[in-house]
């Protein structure tokens, strides 16, 4: 929409006092000046805002509209109005009132990426302290106005007053001089019994726009003369072409150009075939057409058997060592009894309900537009290097939209489709959107990783734990299209709890090396390791002959917050409650992302289907802002773990994954999904943790205990069928 | 390619396209509606939903052909200012996460209120089940569709 509007709807922003705003609250790349940008024609988010910018987060209108910027990628975690509500609480504002604007991507916001669970736990302290400096600006420029010292002033709904007085002064009728007043560096914070804001629900302002298709994705990119590419990749994820028809996609009618265009996937240089034409139907007939040969024959004899006997013969590498509490290896030969068993987890696609996609423009004049829905936005200066735009020019000749995100976790981290978009539309100089297709985004990855985690428990003669193993084989993400680091990667071992009080506790990694691609997916490692570690445990209290329940609380005690947090799912799930025989129950707790959560899952079989009735869940992530995007957000991550643990796995065969579509990588649907999630959330004054993925690592072992509890079955590698067991 | 005239959202557009364009990209990228979303292009998950006749219908795998001369409605048509009462019940219970399934679910469960204005739970589960969305929001959708059905019911009162 913005990009089409006529050049005199532009309202200029005057930028006052950025670089001190943001050198105060020590955001020193937030600092920088970015200028005065009249020639680029592109019509940005900001573009379309009245007012002054007190920082580049804070815009106040004349006619007394106070605009916050959401600079964050939404991806459906409720950060376009998280951030902004974290700044609106010190600022002293309505939140109901606010004007929340999602900003383009460019660097005067600072880091706009998102991932990891961490912007509200990163950008808590800093954006309270914005907020916070900005307020003290005003009441500072009332209390000179008033001639009286700052101390007998105070804000309160967008307005400065004298302590004493009814009559305030609107923070629009203060901008100039509170603009030049120096940003305080150490603003007085409020304390959490003041919040008005944090800590409460409020609705969420992009809802309105996605309950009527009103919300711009990536995908719904329009601009004049847009044309449209598919592109052919090879099925074995890496390989070179040997020929191809270039004239029969050619004479389809609709398509202008048939191009190669490489994706860079960890250092792999894949090649792909893209089909430009004027109508994305026009490109998919020319991409059928194609015929293309591969070469790639060393890639196919990669198959799922294949990589599990790959992993079955790491089992007994001792690996880089993780935690190593006594002596575990010692407990073998001392141990009454021992359980040595295996779990396994499969390869899985992201499947964003968006499928990836880009849309950029580079333009004869040399400026390019982009539309980025991407967990990065900020390309501009990877795309200058490649377009040949000094460094310095980059952020004034590249301008980024930054769209709302069909889904993201983890998959939009990786900007692949928008640098396989840039090469479209450099060789062709024309606005090109990129679709991939549902089966390109299914079976081209990259992938959840594949694990097996050797798991081992030593016991004594009353049955009591003495020693605890957990071993994980697996790939590593960060040390991919690299030799291996001889070190421990990062956050392998996320998700797995060493607290428990067993007296030997080992807990490694073994590296296992493939050419498949693996990527962060949502919780990332905490998502096998939860698994493993929490389904085992189960079976490690099953053996002491103990509750699952009163086994974690009574051997975590070292941990108050756990202990917290399953006492109070043992009364919300009424856990010591007897169920009837063909009822079944099962707990885990993982903390991952700096939060703690607990998930109590209930089976019930009627009529030989097995159905989930209720999940209820426990969530100590400290302080939080909203309160009902904290539910939304467990019960979106506890339905995306039962897909996991439920539907389908990634597999391959002959070097290519063998999912494509939602026909054979099943997705759970409304009849499968639990009738009830109850989420229920501590109250601490604890840092606050991150909601995004916490929720997912314990649901599924939760899960499986609970089907243990109904069957007797213990399920140690997914997915599998819930009606089979 | 041929010329096809289409009502949509009770507008007549004249649109050229090859017959065998799914009506999904005509909608969103001819006609710029772009609320009806890509998600499978094979009538799997419903993020395609319009109504055809007052039918839900997955535009991904309808020829444009045979779309002519019928009552196309789209998630922009099925009310200003999100008054629809499935609409307001979606706010009301803040079930929109990423938001790119909501078109689809809208119109499925609009759909369904219009055919059967009490649904049960299973009546929700058999209309619903054909929409997927992947951030979870199933819990939501049925809360929602209770509401609105409540709405729906004593407003006619
Ligand atoms: S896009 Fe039509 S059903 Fe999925
Ligand atoms: S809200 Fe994201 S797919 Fe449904």
Known sequence: MEATNSIDRRKFLK??????????????????????????????????????????????????????????????????QGIPAIIAEELEVDLNTVNIVKSSATRKYGRQSIGGSRNTRSLYGPMRKLGASTREMFIQAAAKRWGVSADQCYAKDGQVFKKGSNSGLAYSALVKEAAAIEVPKEPALKSKKDFKIIGKSFPRPDLALKVSGQADYGMDAQTEGLLYATIERCPTLQGTITSFDEGAAMAVPGVQKVMKVTRNVYGNNNVGLAVVASSYYAALQGRKALNIKWNNAEF????????????????????????????????LDQAAQKIEVRYDLPYLSHTCMEPMNATVH?????????????????VQRQFAKILGIPENQAEEKIKVHLPYLGGGFGRRSMNDSLFECLQISQAMTKPVKLIWSREDDTSQGPFRQRTAHLMKATFDANKQPIGLQHKMISQAITTQGRPSRGRLPFEVMEGINTHYDIPNISTRFVEYKNQIPIHWWRSVFGSTNGFAHEGFMDE???????????????????????????????????WNKKLSKNEGKGM?????????????????????????????SVVDCGVYINPDQVAAQTESNIIYGLTAALKDPITFENGAAQQANFDTYRMLRMNEAPRSIEVHIMENDEAPGGMGEPGLPPIAPALANAVYDLSGKRIRRLPFDLQRV | MAKYTLNINQKQVTVDADPQTPLLWVIRDEVGLTGTKYGCGIAQCGA??????????????????????????????????????VQKAWIEAQVPQCGYCQSGQVMSAVALLDKNPKPSDDDIDAAMSGNICRCGTYTRIRKAIHNASNEISNGSN
Request: glycine content about 8%.
């Open chain 1, 15 to 80: 930028i006052t006092g950025i670089s001190g705003a943001m050198l105060a609250i020590g955001f020193e790349s937030l600092a920088m000046d970015m200028g005065d940008d009249p020639m680029v024609k592109a019509m940005m988010a900001e573009d379309f805002i009245d007012g002054t910018a007190i920082n580049p987060f804070v815009i106040i209108g004349e006619d007394g509209q106070i605009t916050i910027m959401a600079t964050i990628p939404e991806l459906g975690q409720g950060i376009n």
């Open chain 1, 300 to 331: 196919t004899g990669i198959s799922s058997s294949r990589i599990d006997k790959e992993l079955t013969k790491l089992e007994n590498e001792d690996g880089y060592e993780h935690v190593e509490k006594g002596d575990f290896k010692a407990t």
């Open chain 1, 362 to 378: 580079v333009k004869e004049d040399g400026t390019c537009e982009v539309w980025a829905p991407s967990q990065s936005p900020q």
């Open chain 1, 540 to 574: 490690v209290a099953v053996m002491a002959g103990e509750d699952p329940l009163k086994f974690r609380k009574d051997r975590l005690k070292s941990e108050p917050r756990f202990v917290k947090v399953l006492e109070r799912l043992e009364k919300e799930a009424d």
């Open chain 1, 588 to 616: 885990a707790i993982v903390e991952s992302f700096g939060s703690i959560m607990a998930h109590a899952v209930f089976l019930k079989k009627e009529k030989g289907k097995v159905s989930i009735p209720k999940v209820v």
């Open chain 2, 48 to 85: 395609c939903t319009v109504h055809l006749n007052g039918n839900p219908v997955r535009s991904c795998s309808l020829p444009v052909s045979a779309s002519s001369g019928q009552q196309i409605t789209t998630i922009e048509g099925i009310s200003e200012n999100e008054s629809h009462p």
